[in-house]
């Protein structure tokens, strides 16, 4: 989605769109793609599943707990 896509789906301006955008695009947590005047955002899945993996890892081999 665009950033006014995202803004218009919650009730902040696109200016705090934008900046939020840009904190969790400093995490890794999001990609962007540029087409023409337009940037897209993405979940990075990759940083998603690396998470769950260590989640599943500090749960150990017992998946009951």
């Known amino acids: 989605m665009s950033a006014g896509e995202i803004s218009e789906k919650f009730s902040v301006t696109p200016a705090s769109v934008s900046r939020h955008l840009s904190v969790l695009k400093e995490a890794d947590l999001i990609r962007?793609?540029?087409e023409g005047k337009y940037i897209f955002y993405e979940l990075n899945t990759s940083v998603l599943e690396e998470v769950m993996l260590w989640?599943?890892?500090?749960?150990?081999s017992d998946d009951n707990v």
Request: no cysteine.
């Open 55 to 60: 989640i599943k890892d500090l749960k150990g």
């Open 32 to 34: 962007d793609t540029r």
